[in-house]
């Protein structure tokens, strides 16, 4: 591979300790026949959570007929031993650059001759969005704003957009799953800034004719999140058995997909996927956040399903809620299924296979993790900071406290950043 990057500063190359060497290398599983269109795809975010499943797949499963561009800042929440692994692949480039810093762009773009990109980086954290919304706009919607306009600049044949199931707002219990023509309501100023990014995408595509898709998907999660969402962060407290912190009453529902689909459906998308249409990536698997605990008490051998009251009472506490929380998310993946795609992984499985990973790697894959996993981290510059805000043994109700980032409610509090820079930062 080669590195190279717009940015001279050695963030996230320095701390490497080898840990990766010893991780099992996870893809997703679907393959299809290479598209002769397709020869260099950039797929920025790669080396944080999702792209990373998605830039390994696509670099090992299709090593002859694809070039990976991964292209990241390096933020806080990224590591670079998420794709280490593939530094000896001919067919894998990291780019160290900021979507919002159009000169790198643009470089990575016509220095690798890149035809595809799958746009993928973005502050994710939901919980970071109430506190600190200006990084959030500012690169979800301007960095968004600038690959399309160097897309547009290097006549880029396929711009794959990650967006998510937030922008369409809270989905009542009871009420039918949502269609990617639903209308747009988003609720946190994290899914306001995906929806706007999203409308940036839909004007390209009328304006310019750049051929677009849209992926909107709910919650992923797996091995390789950082640990401020809810699964990854409350299986490393209870590692370290510590309790968790719930938002609220806990009863916000939550779908999660497990990371392998998650790369199949892009994969999919990639392949079959038409320019011009919006997909929903769904999963059958919705559970509410109090359950998810119990779930996690069972899987970790902490406590056996049903998990007895007085057990549950000494592991999972509550803090004030967010601002304001959906209570649920619902969209329908018919669509994507219509192309061949299906949910593979189950959320019992998935979760063995989550909890297994974190056991293992959880507390030295980005270094020390101790902050992330307090009550009520937050975010300044490049650093992780806690905070304290009341625990309490009993449920909150309205108007105080539950969650879900982006990757989950997390027991966070409503995040309010520390801009301790002084100068402008994108990591909520
Ligand atoms: N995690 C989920 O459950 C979920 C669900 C639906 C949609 N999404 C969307 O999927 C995408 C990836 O989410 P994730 O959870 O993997 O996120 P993540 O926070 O793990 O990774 C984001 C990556 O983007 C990089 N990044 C941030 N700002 C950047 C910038 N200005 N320039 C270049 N790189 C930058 C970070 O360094 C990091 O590696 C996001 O667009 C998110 O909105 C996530």
Redesign the pocket.
Known sequence: MTVSGGATSPIGVAHDYGIWKEAPVLIGTTSFEPRPDVKNIMI??G?????CWLVRHLTLTYPHAYNIIS?????Y??SLNNTRILNDRRNFTFYQ????NPSEVVDCLERYNVDTIFH??????VDLSFGNSYGFTH?NVY?THVLLESAKKVGIRRFIH????EVYGEVKDGDDDLLESSILAPTNPYAAS?AAAEMLVHSYQKSFKLPAIIVR?????GPH??PE?IIPKFTCLLARHKPVVLHGDGSPTRRYLYAGDAADAFDTILHRGQAGQIYNVGSQDEVSNVALCRRLLGVMGIAHEPVPDDEFRRWVKYTHDRPFNDHRYAVDATKLRGLGWEQKTGLEEGLRATVEWYRLFGERWWGDITKVLSPFPVVAGMEVLSDSEPVSDNPQTAGQGSGKG??SGNGNGNGAAVNGSGHHH?NG
Do not use: P, R
Request: aromatic share 12%; glycine share 12%.
């Open positions: 920025t975010g080396a944080g959570f999702i792209a292209f990241d800042k390096l933020d929440c990224s650059g900021d979507v919002t993928f980086a973005a502050q994710s954290h690169t960095g990650v967006s998510t199931d995906k998907s709910n919650n992923v999660y999140q950082y969402k982006e990757g994108h």
